[in-house]
Nanobody
Framework: QVQLVESGGGLVQAGESLRLSCAAS????????MGWYRQAPGKQRELVAG???????DYADSVKGRFTISKGNAKNTIFLQMSSLRPEDTGVYYC???????????????WGQGTQVTVSS
């Protein structure tokens, strides 16, 4: 059983910062990708930032220069440092990972439960 557990959401004012964390646990052989998606009310879920195993991070154009995704010292942990937050950054942020589980052919997609980020103007 694989789990992704997120933390760090909250209510902030425009211009402030928040840091999200996500930890993957369970029977994990290898993680190819970890990232953050967000879903605003009435909108589709979109990729905000992601990082592959051994690769460079990638960001949505709307967050470049403001958000930073990084790997934690603890294995299978990532962070999303969000600065200069804007009201349009409001949404539920989901951690996502592409994970190989021992005994399974191919990687599977896993999602966290989501954490709410609200930015007031």
């Amino acid at each position: 059983q694989v789990q992704l557990v997120e933390s760090g959401g909250g209510l902030v004012q425009a211009g402030e910062s928040l840091r999200l964390s996500c930890a993957a646990s369970g029977n994990i052989f290898k993680i190819d990708f970890m990232g953050w998606y967000r879903q605003a009310p009435g909108k589709q879920r979109e990729l905000v930032a992601g990082i592959t195993d051994g690769g460079a991070p990638d960001y949505a154009d709307s967050v470049k220069g403001r958000f930073t995704i990084s790997k934690g010292n603890a294995k299978n942990t990532i962070f999303l440092q969000m600065s200069s937050l804007r009201p349009e950054d409001t949404g539920v942020y989901y951690c996502n990972a592409l994970i190989y589980v021992p005994g399974q052919l191919g990687a599977s997609d896993y999602w966290g439960q989501g954490t709410q980020v609200t930015v007031s103007s």
